[in-house]
Structure formats: structure tokens, C-alpha cells
């Protein structure tokens, strides 16, 4: 049996004159995160509801594992888990309840329900608020809820709108976390966010959209490469110690493929190396062998977001 | 591998997934549940207690027999011009109310709370939300009425005995149907809206106003039988409580060159043909705008 997979074919959605969506035709198979960015008004939340049948698309088709969701809702979204612009859960219902309604409607066996829910709603951390109402929640409680809805089936494909927002700072490494540890378990994660370096730390991939049009889909590193000058890509390494100048200049500079070295403070150095994920591998094994205190690596935030600048820009 | 019941073998991997009936009986279930806990619920139940307890007191202060007069020549058993006086005046009320406490915002809610954000993008059709969401609201609101029928035929019981009358019986039943057609009729104005004051306002225009009016005015000064308005329908409620069943009938107008006229009765057939076409046309359109609606 194939991986999930969620196929967007000539996907397009009209409100009057406005072109929310513009023939969006975007292929994602496999276990992986898959970013999806734009700026505010873009399409990422129409193209989502559209695959959650909350809206229609004027023309072109929504299919998650190969199934039309409009055509077969039933069948589409049984294998989905979805979270879309923070729903609201009937205030006078407690967290079991509300996830005992979602557990019914999927058809969980009942023998498995309750452990299940339990399970789901520890995962979020919210076991002691597990039978008060939820009208007495905050807004990121609510979210964590919901989070534990679209986990409640253990379903292959997860459809995430900004599942972060609401959250504090805290909630939202755990949302991270929960997400990682989803990609480990065979599914597929397609993720809308602002947050770029929430993108840059979860996912293997992204799709980047604008006035409704797919602008980029392409692996993190593919894409970053493509806004750098030298058409390179950009790893950040912390140390834990300071590093000097001149080691950077003779030494790391030096390295094969490397074409350009900052070092932004004396324990942060960012490197432009050309090449694809094989050198980046060489890389980190020359920089480990240097023994120069690395205590992490990996591509840059800032070249996601000069990249997504770049390209966004190029839009206007 | 053991299947639920009520499970299809509608599968995606492994994965059973409930029919659409079972499905709706938990959107039912999890929707009365939801009343229960609800304000407005425990607001509609102190309502028909007050209606009931003003009854009750003018029964026992002035007397059944001064508040409901049974004169010889035009009613037979005192006990129907009881019922007459208790259920006849006021169920429509309860009933009106129920449809507005109930359905009112019933789908509008959905759209403005953002709890269908919730709901809708699970594995379920539209219309098993609609229909769950629906029976919910009925059994909410059959309960309300199982309440206010069960302390009218206690102030029966003490008053006449064991002797209700069958009338009794049929103006429960088309009560019943009254609040299935209210029902339908207020889920289709919550379909048309998006906002939850909105829909509740309109409807509550609707039928605690501007049926009555347009009645009157249809019936009385344009004189035409307004068999197209649903609280026309409903005359049947209190007129099978009536000793003799009331009839449409030329008037004469008062005095020299007054105008002539005729004084509308709706018939058992006819109102039970114009609630359920009422039911079933705005069931139908209501549940046509839910699905067609977006969640934008």
C-alpha cells in the first residue's frame, strides 16, 4: 500500500472577482512535514478548507489519498486529522466529552475509547482538565484540545492550520514536539504557519503561496539554496566556545565547497557551502573533526525567511 | 476483527467508519446533552412552570368552573372546556418558544461560534449534522412539552378525574406536529444566517408577530382563508378542544351597511396538510443552504 498523500489539481476558488486560489496543482506523498507558507490573505486557510470541505472550490479537485473530498467526504477524511483556524468545542462539554463525540463519529471501538481519549489528552498535557467544562478554557487550552481531537484517530494524514497559534511558548514546543513525533509514525503533516523558524525545525518540505498561486514546493534545502546569491545553501553552527577569526578565515573557509564564512558573534558562525544534502553531510563531518566546540548545526532560519522575502517580494 | 454496530464497512486502511445514521444519533445525543447543560434550556422549563403555576392559581382562586365555564348549551363536558382554556391558550406559546430557544441559532451558532469548525471537518455528511442537530432540538424541546402536557393533565386529574378527554389526546398529537413544522421552520432561518442574534430575532418576529398579523389582515380585510401561513395551520390545536368544531362562516357586519365577511376555520386536514408542508418544504431548503454553505 502506498504512503498518504494529498493531491491539489487545478485547485482554484472564486468570492466574487476575488481569485482566493489560482489553479493550485501541488502533489505531497509520504510520511513528512510539509510547510506551507504565505503571507496574510495568500490561500494557505482557503486551500486547507477546502480539503476539509468547509468551502468549495470553484474548480479542480481536493484528494487526499486519492479520494475527492467533495466527492466522498466520508471516505476522504476518515484517514484525516485536521485543525482549522482554532475551532470553538460546545462550551458546556468537557474535553472527554467533546472527544468522546469526535470518537463516535470516527467509529473508535468503544472498548478502546476512553483509553484512547485519555491517551490523546495527556499527550497534550491536559489530564487535569480532562472533565471540566471547556467553556471556563483559555484560548491555547481550547487549541491543545483540538490538537487532541485530530490525533483522537491516529489518522495518516494531519491538516494543521497555525496549530500554534494561542499557544504560549511552552505550548508551542510541545505542539513542535507532538508534531515531530507524528512524522516518525508514518504520517503526513501539512502544516500552514507564519512562523518560519517553526517550519525550518519540523519540516522536511515546503510550499510557498501567493495572491493564490503556488509559488515553490521543494525540499527546506532546495528551496533555501534557491534564494541565496551564490545558489548555495546556509548552515548556522553554535559553539561552546568562542571561536577566533583567523580560524574561521584559514581554516573553515578552507573547507571543500564553502564559499563564504560570517561570524555574527564569537560563538555563532554561519557558512554558505555549495551542493546539495551529500555535502552538507561532509560538512558537518569536517566541522566535527575540527573539534571547535560545535554544539549544533543545521540551515539557516534567516535563509527560510530571505528566501520567502525574495520570493514573496518578487510576487507584488 | 469485531465491528461496532452501527459500523460500515466503509474503510480507508483499516479504519471502520460509523454509517451516517449511527452518526447522527451522536450528533443527537451529544446536542441534547448540550441543551441540557445549557441556560436556555432551565429558561424555557421556568417559563412553562410560570405559565402552568399563573394557571394553576386562577384555577384555584376563582374556580375551574368560573375560569373555564362549561354552559349547558354550548359544552358538553366540563373537563375539554378545561383542557380548552389551559392547553388551547397557551401551547402555541410554548411551542413558539421552543422553536426559537432550540432552533433559532441551531446552524446559525454553528457558524458564528465556530463550533462547526469542529464538527464539520470530520468523516460525517452535512446533513447528519443538520438532521442530528435537528433531533436534538426536537427532543429538547418534546421534553419541555412532556412537562407543561404532564401538569396540565395533573390539574385535570385533581379537577374531572381520570376523565381526559380524547380531544385531549389529538391536540397533544397535532401540538407534536405544530413543533415539528416550528422546528423545521426555524433550522431553515438559522441555515439562512450566519449570525446567531440575526436568525433568533427573525424568527422570533416571524411568529410571535408577523404571522399573526398577516393573518388577520389576510383573513379579516382582504378576506381570503390564509391556508399559507403555518400559525393558520396550527387553529387546529385549539379547535379540536372545542366542544363543537368550528366551521368557516359568512358574517354579517354590524349595523346598516356594514360590511359582510367570513370568519376563517382551518379543518383537521387542512392543517395537518399545511404544517406538513411546512415542515417538509423548509427541512428541504434549510438543509439545501447548510450544505451549500462555506465556512469562511
Redesign the interface.
Known sequence: ?SGPSIEAVNLSKR?GSFLALSNLSLKIEGSKCVGFLGPNGAGKTTTL?IF?????ASEGKALI?G?DVHVD????????G?L???????P??TPR??L???S????L??AEKRKKIEDVVSEVKMEEWLDK?VGKFSKGMKQRI?IA?ALL?DP?VFLLDEPTTGLDPRGMAEVRDIVKSLKTRNRLIFMSSHLLNEVQDICDEVAMIDHGKLLVYDSLSNVTRRASSDGGNIVEIELSREIDQQTVNNDIASLANVSVVERPDPKRIRIHFSGGIQNQEKLLLDLASMKIGMISFHPSTSALEDTYLKLIKDTL | M?K?PG?SV????S????T?V??VG??T??EI??YF??RRFFILLAIGLIISGIFTALVAYYGVSNVAPCLPSTCSTPALAFYSFWWGNSITFVIVLSGIFFGGDAISGEFQ??????????????SSIYIGKWLGALIASVIVLAIYAGITVGNGLFYFGANVPFQFVESLSFSILYLIAVLGFTFFFSSLFKSSSMSILVTAILFLFAFSLIQLIVANLVQIEPWFIITYGSGIIGNVLMDTYPTTQPIRGPGPGGRDGTTYAVTIPEGIMILLVYFIATAILGLVLFE?K???
Do not use: C, H, W
Not at chain 1, 104 to 107: F, L, P
Not at chain 2, 10 to 13: D, E, I, R
Open positions: 500500500m468570492y478548507k476539509t470541505d468547509m468551502i468549495r489519498n479520494i467526504k466520508r471516505k476522504a477524511l476518515s484517514s484525516v485536521s482549522i483556524e482554532s475551532p470553538e468545542i460546545y458546556s462539554l466529552e467533546a468522546s463525540m469526535v463516535e463519529i470516527r467509529g471501538p468503544r467544562k483540538n481531537s484517530s495518516d | 469485531s461496532e459500523t466503509s474503510t480507508t486502511g479504519r471502520i467508519l460509523p451516517s449511527s452518526q451522536t450528533i445525543k451529544y446533552l448540550n447543560r445549557s461560534n465556530k463550533t462547526g469548525y469542529f464538527l464539520v471537518a470530520n468523516p460525517l455528511r452535512r451549500r462555506e465556512f469562511t
